[in-house]
């Protein structure tokens, strides 16, 4: 192998490598109104954050449905399914795979998802309707990122299919406002490990 085509090797090499490790400001360049609904969101998720176990408290009281993430059992798992309680939009880190648009469109998606789950539950359990107003804020919030960045949309980024059973025994409500509650708060860590990585970019121009 001759020095050219070494050299020349060696130069995509450090191409690829430079491309892979490219800070996330190259992929976000949105003007300053971004950065400030990003901010509002984020404290709007860690307030949420705060407030799942008081309410996980004040709503689920079946014996075994704690707020310990270690307590998840498979027959649990299986009547989440039987129950039809969506899964979480998946939000990845930023690259060029996983882009600025498709990161916002899963945002507003868990987070209609999850008021419309609670707006259900509500009719059937009390004391989730202060929730509820605060995920239609947060919607607000993103709707505002998306507009300001002008960000169109993924096909996540569609209204939910809720397909919860309205015959729901009092024990399967238990189960569906627990399971709600505990995906909710792991799609709101998502939420803030993103919103830090944008609004601390978006700030860095």
């Known amino acids: 192998m001759n020095t050219l085509t070494v050299a020349a090797l060696l130069h995509c090499f450090l191409f690829a490598v430079l491309v892979q490790s490219a800070p996330v400001s190259l992929v976000l360049d949105p003007p300053p109104a971004f950065r400030e609904a990003a ?35 498979t027959n649990l798992q299986m009547m989440v399914r039987s ?52 995920l239609r804020d947060l919607l607000t919030h993103i709707s505002k990122m998306k507009e300001t960045a002008q960000l169109g949309g993924d096909s996540s980024d569609q209204n939910p299919n809720l397909d919860l059973s309205s015959h729901l025994s009092s024990y399967e409500v238990q189960v569906a406002v627990h399971v709600t509650l505990t995906q909710l708060r792991s799609f709101c860590h998502d939420l803030i490990r993103s919103l830090r990585v944008i609004a601390r970019t978006a700030g860095a121009r």
Do not use: N, W
């Open 83 to 134: 129950l039809g309680i969506p899964a979480s939009p998946v939000i990845k880190p930023l690259s060029e795979r996983f882009t600025l648009d498709m990161c916002v469109s899963r945002m507003s998606a868990g987070s209609r998802l999850y008021q419309g789950l609670l707006g259900v539950l509500s009719e059937k359990l009390g004391r989730l309707t202060d929730l509820q107003a605060d």
């Open 39 to 73: 901010e509002r969101a984020k404290t709007l998720v860690e307030k949420i954050l705060r407030d799942l176990p008081a309410v996980h408290a004040a709503t689920v009281t079946t014996e075994g449905l704690t707020f310990d993430p270690s307590t998840q059992t």
